[in-house]
Structure formats: structure tokens, C-alpha cells
């Protein structure tokens, strides 16, 4: 079974791609998708730190 790492990280493009995986239209779709969202995802925890080191209520 594959990491979840791994394939966050082909997603990504930085790991190395699996050439027993299917190639075609949604496929390519669905990874884009997941890329999308695993940005989205990451942009919202920085703008949520930034906002809990910035703006701490007492």
C-alpha cells in the first residue's frame, strides 16, 4: 500500500510519478483537483498561524 506522503507529494509534483497508474482525462482531472485542495488546504493553516502569532487575544 502506498504512503499517503508519496502521493501528496506526487500531487505535488516532487515525488517521483508511478508508472503503473492509469493515464487518462480524469485522472489528470481528479489529481488536479486534489493539488488544488491540498494547496487551499496548506494556505489556510499559514493564514491560521499567522493569525494565532499575530493577533492573540488575552
Same mark, same amino acid.
Given at each position: 500500500?502506498?504512503?499517503?506522503?508519496?502521493?501528496?507529494?506526487? +500531487?505535488? +509534483?516532487?515525488? /517521483?510519478?508511478?508508472?503503473?497508474?492509469?493515464?487518462?482525462?480524469? !485522472? /489528470? @482531472?481528479?489529481?488536479?483537483?486534489?493539488?488544488?485542495?491540498? @494547496? !487551499? #488546504?496548506? @494556505?489556510?493553516?499559514? !493564514?491560521?498561524?499567522? /493569525?494565532?502569532?499575530? #493577533?492573540?487575544?488575552?
Amino acid at each position: 500500500m502506498k504512503s499517503i506522503w508519496q502521493q501528496i507529494l506526487r +500531487y505535488l +509534483y516532487i515525488g /517521483k510519478k508511478d508508472e503503473s497508474a492509469p493515464n487518462n482525462t480524469n !485522472v /489528470k @482531472l481528479m489529481h488536479g483537483m486534489n493539488r488544488i485542495s491540498i @494547496l !487551499v #488546504f496548506l @494556505l489556510a493553516l499559514i !493564514v491560521f498561524a499567522i /493569525k494565532m502569532i499575530f #493577533f492573540k487575544r488575552h
